[in-house]
């Protein structure tokens, strides 16, 4: 476990299910970035039966990292949140995944319909550990039903340390559009840390996001696949107002034959590539008949095969 002072963090890694794993968060790490890094999340029932799944696993130089859990039971929220503490620098509750499987268990944003019982696991967890602890929701279940002040009124009063808002509802999922504004409502009711969460995938999006709403902080999610160079140049941007360039694309190739070969050195050659196929259209999306080459990349399990393709994009957009 690492210590960490929350006025310090301006930059969150999202954490997304069956992406952000060590090798994802340890590449960032690599590119610069100070950021707190999260794990995927963790289900507080399977780890009350299996404390140490391989995707809690993670490297000292993570840190400050965050474990995130997703319950609706204090008890065992409070019990996951144990089993973790010596290895986070935070316990983040999820109160905010949209998807039907986890909302099916009245999980995730499932929560937002049960903000007493939002607020009792914050206060078990708070009371079972020593450490930070977080918890990220959204506006609501629905456009209709939008309960996001009140929601987060009382985590505050039942001890959160600090909250990430991601500003649309549940039905939305990730379509629309994220209604900062309503982020700007949140920072003004609270006097705990909140961070903003929704369409930012640019420094050029941060520097609006912040305008608006006057966040503590960004928290970004799909915005770092294929770019591990976002969270640094965020930070930069925060700390001085400078705006670095993004990569080129000989250097997000780099960064993806990198990936790919931790990946393979970690799961094997076989699996590595096809984990790697959800990846390459974020890698190359500025390249054009990108779709075309996703399409083949994503039929390759040779690693030269895949090895020529990207050479034949360098090579046929070099002057882009």
């Given at each position: 476990m690492k210590s960490l002072n929350i006025k310090t963090v301006k930059v969150i890694q999202a954490?997304?299910?069956?992406?952000?794993?060590?090798?994802?968060?340890?590449?960032?790490?690599?590119?610069?970035?100070?950021?707190?890094?999260?794990?995927?999340?963790?289900?507080?029932?399977?780890?009350?039966?299996?404390?140490?799944?391989?995707?809690?696993?993670?490297?000292?130089?993570?840190?400050?990292?965050?474990?995130?859990?997703?319950?609706?039971?204090?008890?065992?929220?409070?019990?996951?949140?144990?089993?973790?503490?010596?290895?986070?620098?935070?316990?983040?509750?999820?109160?905010?995944?949209?998807?039907?499987?986890?909302?099916?268990?009245g999980d995730g944003s499932a929560m937002m319909k049960t903000p007493q019982l939002a607020a009792d696991i914050v206060k078990a967890v708070k009371d079972a550990v020593a450490i930070p602890v977080s918890a990220k929701f959204r506006l609501g279940w629905s456009s209709e039903n939008e309960n996001f002040i009140e929601f987060a009124r009382l985590l505050e009063a039942a001890g959160v340390d600090f909250v990430t808002l991601h500003a649309r509802t549940r039905t939305q999922m990730y379509g629309g559009f994220a209604n900062w504004e309503?982020?700007?409502?949140?920072?003004?009711?609270?006097?705990?840390?909140?961070f903003a969460n929704g369409d930012i995938k640019t420094v050029q999006d941060v520097q609006r996001c912040i305008e608006v709403t006057k966040a503590d902080g960004v928290?970004?999610?799909?915005?770092?696949?294929?770019?591990?160079t976002l969270p640094a140049r965020i930070e930069?941007?925060?700390?001085?107002?400078?705006i670095l360039p993004p990569p080129t694309l000989q250097q997000k190739i780099e960064m993806l034959r990198e990936h790919l070969k931790l990946e393979m050195e970690k799961m094997g050659t076989l699996n590595g590539i096809r984990y790697m196929r959800k990846f390459y259209s974020?890698?190359?999306?500025?390249?054009?008949?990108a779709s075309k080459y996703r399409q083949v990349l994503v039929t390759l399990e040779d690693y030269d095969k895949i090895e020529k393709t990207l050479n034949e994009i360098l090579a046929l957009h070099s002057s882009d």
């Open positions: 954490p997304l299910a069956g992406i952000s794993d060590i090798i994802y968060r340890g590449l960032i790490r690599a590119y610069g970035s100070k950021c707190l890094l999260s794990t995927e999340m963790l289900s507080s029932e399977a780890l009350s039966t299996q404390p140490n799944p391989p995707i809690a696993q993670f490297d000292p130089c993570e840190y400050p990292l965050s474990f995130q859990i997703v319950g609706h039971k204090p008890h065992l929220m409070a019990k996951a949140a144990q089993a973790l503490e010596n290895r986070a620098s935070v316990i983040d509750l999820n109160f905010g995944c949209p998807v039907t499987k986890v909302v099916k268990s309503k982020i700007a409502c949140l920072k003004a009711e609270l006097g705990i840390p909140v928290s970004i999610g799909r915005g770092i696949m294929g770019d591990f930069k941007f925060l700390e001085t107002g400078k974020f890698y190359i999306s500025s390249v054009r008949n």
